[in-house]
C-alpha cells in the first residue's frame, strides 16, 4: 500500500507546483501599484498636452474619455469630436504595450556625468524652462499616471502622441500646427 501512495503523493505535489506556478505568473503580469486590474471603459480618461517652449506657440490639448467624448484645444478654443471605444482601447492597448504605467514621471531633465582632473565624477541635471514638453496622463477611478517628455523621448510614447494628435485634427476637421 506504501507503494501505491507514492504516485498519488508525487502527482498532488506537482498539480500544485503548477498551481502555485501559474499563480505567480498572473502575479507578475500586475502593472503599478495602484492601477486596477479591471475597470470600466466609462471610467478612463487620457490627457495628451504639448507645452510650448516659446510664448508665441499654442498650447494643443487632446482629452479623450470612455464615454466617447473627445476635445481638441488649441489657441484658447475646443473643438469638441467624437472618439470611439475601439479607438480609446487601442489607445490603452498601446499604453500597455510600450509600459507606460512603468515609465517614470519626468523625462525633461537631461543628466550627464563628467570627471574633474583629480578624478572626482560631477553629475549634473539640467531642466531647460523654455523647452517645449508633452505630457500625457491616463486617469481611471482615484488612480492617474502622467509621463511628461521633450523630444529626446520616450520615442514609443512620442509615436503615440503623434497618431493621436493626428487622428484628432482629421476627426476635429481641424489642421494643428506643428510643434
Given at each position: 500500500?506504501?507503494?501505491?501512495?507514492?504516485?498519488?503523493?508525487?502527482?498532488?505535489?506537482?498539480?500544485?507546483?503548477?498551481?502555485?506556478?501559474?499563480?505567480?505568473?498572473?502575479?507578475?503580469?500586475?502593472?503599478?501599484?495602484?492601477?486596477?486590474?479591471?475597470?470600466?471603459l466609462?471610467?478612463?480618461?487620457?490627457?495628451?498636452?504639448?507645452?510650448?517652449?516659446?510664448?508665441?506657440?499654442?498650447?494643443?490639448?487632446?482629452?479623450?474619455?470612455?464615454?466617447?467624448?473627445a476635445?481638441?484645444?488649441?489657441?484658447?478654443?475646443?473643438?469638441?469630436?467624437?472618439?470611439?471605444?475601439?479607438?480609446?482601447?487601442?489607445?490603452?492597448?498601446?499604453?500597455y504595450?510600450?509600459r507606460?504605467?512603468?515609465?517614470?514621471?519626468n523625462y525633461s531633465?537631461?543628466?550627464?556625468?563628467?570627471?574633474?582632473?583629480?578624478?572626482?565624477?560631477?553629475?549634473?541635471?539640467?531642466?531647460l524652462?523654455?523647452?517645449?514638453?508633452?505630457?500625457?496622463?491616463?486617469?481611471?477611478?482615484?488612480?492617474?499616471?502622467?509621463?511628461?517628455?521633450t523630444?529626446?523621448?520616450?520615442?514609443?510614447?512620442?509615436?503615440?502622441?503623434q497618431?493621436?494628435?493626428?487622428?484628432?485634427?482629421?476627426?476635429?476637421?481641424?489642421?494643428?500646427?506643428?510643434?
Amino acid at each position: 500500500m506504501p507503494i501505491r501512495l507514492k504516485p498519488l503523493v508525487t502527482s498532488l505535489l506537482l498539480g500544485m507546483s503548477c498551481l502555485t506556478g501559474s499563480n505567480s505568473m498572473a502575479m507578475e503580469s500586475t502593472t503599478t501599484a495602484g492601477l486596477p486590474q479591471t475597470y470600466r471603459l466609462e471610467e478612463v480618461s487620457v490627457r495628451l498636452t504639448r507645452q510650448p517652449g516659446r510664448p508665441n506657440f499654442p498650447l494643443q490639448r487632446i482629452s479623450l474619455t470612455g464615454k466617447g467624448s473627445a476635445t481638441l484645444e488649441r489657441d484658447g478654443q475646443s473643438q469638441p469630436f467624437h472618439y470611439t471605444a475601439q479607438d480609446l482601447l487601442g489607445v490603452l492597448n498601446e499604453l500597455y504595450r510600450i509600459r507606460f504605467f512603468d515609465l517614470a514621471k519626468n523625462y525633461s531633465t537631461r543628466h550627464s556625468v563628467s570627471l574633474k582632473d583629480d578624478g572626482t565624477v560631477i553629475t549634473g541635471h539640467l531642466r531647460l524652462q523654455d523647452a517645449s514638453s508633452t505630457t500625457v496622463c491616463f486617469a481611471v477611478a482615484a488612480y492617474e499616471k502622467c509621463v511628461t517628455y521633450t523630444t529626446e523621448g520616450p520615442y514609443e510614447l512620442e509615436k503615440l502622441t503623434q497618431r493621436v494628435f493626428a487622428q484628432a485634427e482629421q476627426l476635429a476637421g481641424k489642421t494643428l500646427p506643428q510643434k
